[in-house]
């Protein structure tokens, strides 16, 4: 199982940026996706997930992005997406992608398989 994170980049407070995680070696459908964040000198924070199929790709934002961010997914294409909107200087972290089989939730502990992350910098 590989998942890789894109889209990151250098944005100025209040804009917007897509990112995406491609999974492969795994069915998206049949899994729960949770993108996480960590900053320098801080601890990693979970900051969106979906669930699978099954449990109706139910979505769960942490607080502090909860009506700014957005998480998607596209089964055919295997990725899912996060859409950041209204960023802030405390948005700004490398935002990592995970994978797990179990309950759909914000906790590390839920996620058996992590990919590299995309860098995300929110500066004017």
């Known amino acids: 199982v590989q998942l890789q994170a894109s889209g990151g980049g250098l944005v100025q407070p209040g804009g917007s940026l897509r990112l995406s995680c491609r999974v492969s070696?795994?069915?998206?459908?049949?899994?729960?996706i949770g993108w996480f964040r960590q900053a320098p000198g801080k601890q990693r924070e979970a900051v969106s997930c979906?669930?699978?199929?099954?449990?109706?790709?139910?979505?769960h934002y942490a607080l502090a992005v909860k009506g700014r961010f957005t998480i998607s997914k596209d089964n055919a294409k295997n990725t899912v997406y996060l859409q950041m909107n209204n960023l802030k200087s405390e948005d700004a972290a490398e935002y990592l992608c995970?994978?797990?089989?179990?309950?759909?939730?914000?906790?590390?502990?839920?996620?058996?398989?992590w990919g590299l992350g995309t860098q995300v910098t929110v500066s004017s």
């Open positions: 979906i669930g699978d199929s099954d449990r109706n790709s139910e979505t």
């Open positions: 070696g795994f069915t998206l459908d049949d899994a729960v």
């Open positions: 995970a994978l797990g089989t179990g309950p759909v939730g914000l906790f590390r502990e839920a996620y058996d398989y």
